[in-house]
């Protein structure tokens, strides 16, 4: 079966709301799986948890066809984020345009190529999908 992972702010944000609304939409057509993620910064101090992020979930959209919550603790979100996809061997990944900023920045830092869909593709084989907000 086909996975869909889309990383998550808590409380959701607009943004968050949006990008989760399309990964919804890629899922369903897809016949996949969503895995929705959301990361607790190790130094933020703030504990979300799974259920936490699932009634929030629930609560905008309604409840989800084989839809898993996941909350990791990191120290970087983007790292935390491709450790996840990874790990659940997920094949396609759902941000918004304001993440894609930051993980061109870390890829560009830790790799020198911005290319964030061709890294994910030759290192997690991964596609990505990027959606712009309406509300960007």
Not at 13 to 28: M, Y
Not at 38 to 55: A, C, E, F, M, P
């Amino acid at each position: 079966m086909s996975l869909v992972v889309v990383p998550v702010r808590y409380p959701l944000s607009k943004r968050s709301k949006w990008t989760l609304e399309r990964a919804i939409e890629i899922a369903r057509t897809r016949d996949a799986a969503l895995t929705v993620l959301h990361i607790n910064l190790y130094q933020s101090g703030k504990k979300v948890t799974r259920v936490d992020l699932k009634n929030a979930v629930e609560k905008a959209f309604g409840r989800i066809d084989r839809a898993r919550y996941v909350v990791r603790t990191g120290f970087l979100v983007e790292e935390s984020i491709l450790d996840e996809v990874a790990a659940e061997g997920a094949d396609a990944v759902v941000i918004g345009t304001k993440q894609v900023g930051r993980f061109r920045r870390l890829f560009q830092r830790f790799t020198g190529n911005p290319d964030i869909d061709r890294y994910l593709r030759n290192h997690l084989e991964c596609e990505v999908i990027t959606v712009e907000s309406a509300h960007a």
